[in-house]
């Protein structure tokens, strides 16, 4: 940035006077406004509603929208759309669907659906005292907040227990108020918040009210009002199995058990190793989260949750377990998430409901399921490629792709730089190096 002073109001500036400051200011190219108007959907009220998404918006940042087929989940068959800018996750999302379709697919339950938010305040009286009166503050607290449950509760949801916790441990006169509650099919971020803030407000009029108690213990310190992303009690529960001798896709019933006793040792490894445990958990994510973006949900709410889950026995562990028992290979996991599938950016993004109805509108009871069933699924694609081939062989033929598009390859070049590299290895210099005796020729 050579102008080193900052501007002030450009959150007020139209787009085309944002775009002329940042080409200015960095001396890019005059083009840019052409080659970002380029990005913009040709869909006039799609491009207005993805725009309204963020701030300061530009143009629009493109990832492919892509799809798995044969995604056999509890007895039906779906087409799982995937929003992913990492090569090979698609490939091994679709082969690993292909092959559980064909050994009974993948079963999925939920456990609970329990979402929670806090309330962070501090008082100076005695603990006890409050705990006395806590039936009383709480009946004030759903009061309070009757209008805003009022929808909720007619769809079946609504604020189900506020705890009250006292923890000297972490701040001196510092209390919480746990609250869980219930959302349906709601991600339930507005209604949880705007329950919690009405829990501020309600819990420091009724201190205030309190006219026979000393004049520090009519008040209490609001700290902030949150829902959690840690959501252990909304979870679900997901797995595939077989006889062990059916993961062999020839007839060779040693090395299928072989296979499955290295699958088994490669997961313990991750329960027990936390450098393992983080990359098999990214593994996990490569298809949870490429579902969630498609959908539209808020796949760092799921990451965040996701990752504290895995440590919930005080050590980071990956999320998946295996097991050869009597002669049948399980491989399954619990995975806690919160998402929704009414409100938000699923009911808005264009692309988001054209992946909905791929996915035959789903519940969000339903979409828990199929996000954990597409988690285990690459799960299950990345660990089979480690103990087999190796990682590297299934990505260098996507990376390939990349490097062939970065170097403006022809669809002629390509095909013939596909076929010289399929025995060889491949990198970015070799492959330019192809590139430049293919054009001697
Ligand atoms: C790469 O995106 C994901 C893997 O590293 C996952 C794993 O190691 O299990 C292949």
Request: hydrophobic share 40%; with cysteine; glycine share 6%.
């Amino acid at each position: 940035m050579k102008d080193n002073k900052p501007i002030s109001g450009f959150s007020k500036l139209s787009k085309t006077q944002k775009i002329d400051w940042l080409v200015q200011q960095l001396k890019l190219n005059t083009e840019t406004a052409n080659f970002l108007a380029d990005f913009e959907s040709k869909n006039q009220d799609a491009q207005a509603v993805i725009a309204d998404l963020s701030e300061n918006h530009l143009s629009n940042f493109h990832f492919p929208f892509c799809i798995a087929p044969n995604f056999l989940v509890n007895g039906d068959y779906l087409v799982f759309p995937f929003v992913t800018e990492e090569s090979s996750v698609v490939a091994a999302l679709g082969k690993a669907a292909g092959f559980w379709a064909n050994r009974g697919g993948f079963h999925a339950e939920i456990i609970g659906t329990e979402k929670k938010g806090q309330l962070h305040f501090s008082w100076t009286g005695d603990p006890e005292k409050l705990k006395n009166h806590f039936a009383q503050v709480e009946e004030r607290l759903r009061k309070d907040t009757a209008s805003i449950t009022q929808k909720m509760e007619k769809r079946g949801g609504g604020i189900n227990t506020i705890q009250l916790k006292y923890l000297p441990e972490i701040l001196p006169n510092y209390y919480q108020l746990d609250v869980s509650f219930e959302t349906r099919d709601a991600m339930g971020a507005n209604f949880i918040n705007s329950s919690l803030e009405q829990f501020g407000k309600s819990l420091k009029l009724w201190f205030s009210e309190q006219k026979d108690w000393a004049a520090e213990e009519r008040d209490a310190e609001i700290i902030m009002a949150i829902l959690s992303n840690y959501v252990p009690d909304s979870r679900v529960r997901v797995w595939v199995e077989c006889p062990v001798e059916q993961l062999a896709e020839t007839s060779d019933v040693a090395s299928a058990k072989r296979f499955a006793e290295k699958f088994v040792q490669a997961v313990h490894i991750s329960r027990n190793d936390v450098s393992r445990a983080v990359t098999q958990n990214k593994g996990i994510f490569n298809g949870v989260d490429a579902l969630a973006l498609a959908t539209g949900n808020d796949f760092r709410a799921i990451e965040a949750g996701g990752h504290a889950f895995a440590a919930r026995n005080g050590k980071y562990a990956g999320l998946s377990e295996a097991r050869i028992e009597n002669g049948d290979f399980r491989f399954s996991m619990e995975l806690s998430l919160a998402v929704g599938v009414v409100g938000g950016v699923t009911a808005l993004h264009p692309m988001a409901r054209l992946a909905m109805q791929i996915l035959e509108q789903p519940s969000a009871e339903e979409l828990m399921q199929y996000l954990a069933v597409a988690g285990l699924a690459s799960n299950w694609s990345a660990v089979r490629a480690l103990v087999t081939t190796g990682i590297q062989q299934g990505h260098m033929k996507m990376h390939l792709s990349n490097i062939l598009n970065t170097l403006k390859a022809t669809d002629e070049q390509k095909a013939s730089a596909r076929l010289y590299f399929d025995k060889r290895e491949v990198s970015f210099s070799e492959v330019e190096q192809f590139l430049k005796n293919d054009a001697g020729n």
